[in-house]
């Protein structure tokens, strides 16, 4: 969802490595489950906590606690 939203801002680069760091993450962590099912709700859990992670720090990045100069 996050990778759709830099495309759509025209930051493709960026995009791709959102999606094959999610996707690479989603893919290591879910593979030590040992049913299909779990190994897939857990790569789905994870795919959505590293959105979330990725959507609030670019908040807190584009919103300071305190303005530059």
Same mark, same amino acid.
């Given at each position: 969802? #996050?990778?759709?939203?830099? =495309?759509?801002?025209? !930051? @493709?680069?960026? /995009?791709?490595?959102? #999606? /094959? $760091?999610?996707? !690479? &993450?989603?893919?290591?962590?879910? %593979? &030590?489950?040992? %049913?299909?099912?779990?190994? /897939? +709700?857990?790569?789905?859990?994870?795919?959505?906590? +590293?959105? #979330?992670?990725? =959507?609030? %720090?670019? @908040? =807190? $990045? %584009?919103?300071? $606690?305190?303005?530059?100069?």
């Amino acid at each position: 969802m #996050l990778a759709l939203v830099e =495309l759509a801002f025209g !930051l @493709w680069v960026v /995009a791709v490595f959102v #999606l /094959a $760091i999610a996707g !690479l &993450t989603a893919v290591a962590v879910g %593979s &030590t489950l040992r %049913s299909r099912r779990g190994a /897939a +709700i857990f790569g789905l859990v994870l795919a959505g906590g +590293i959105v #979330l992670f990725l =959507l609030a %720090s670019g @908040w =807190l $990045i %584009s919103h300071p $606690i305190q303005k530059g100069d």
